[in-house]
């Protein structure tokens, strides 16, 4: 499977923000959460499983050089991640967290 123009934006926006942890800000994880849930939307379109979406977004975030000992981004991804495949297409995400 090519690899969706939206899970490519997302390992982008993992490793710039990379470079920024652990000092992110409102307007990083704004920006980050919007990445998150483009790709997701785009994997549950492809029809890719929420187990096998959530091991990708992970994947992304560790590679970039998060992981869940540090300060919290990628359980916060995570959490993302499920909230989303299981969101109704054009229902309004929760605000939760920043």
């Keep these: 499977?090519?690899?969706p123009p939206a899970v490519a934006a997302?390992?982008?926006s993992f490793q710039t923000l990379a470079t920024k942890a652990p000092g992110l800000g409102t307007a990083d994880f704004e920006l980050l959460r919007r990445h998150?849930?483009?790709a997701v939307d785009e994997l549950r379109q492809r029809e890719v499983p929420v187990e096998r979406t959530v091991a990708i977004v992970?994947?992304?975030g560790i590679n970039a050089g998060f992981s869940y000992h540090s300060d919290g981004t990628l359980l916060r991804v995570m959490v993302w991640c499920i909230?989303?495949?299981y969101t109704?297409?054009?229902q309004p995400l929760p605000i939760l967290g920043a």
Excluded: G, K, W
């Design 1 to 3: 499977m090519s690899q």
């Design 88 to 90: 109704t297409p054009n």
């Design 83 to 85: 909230e989303q495949y």
């Design 36 to 38: 998150v849930c483009a």
């Design 10 to 12: 997302l390992r982008i």
């Design 58 to 60: 992970r994947e992304l």
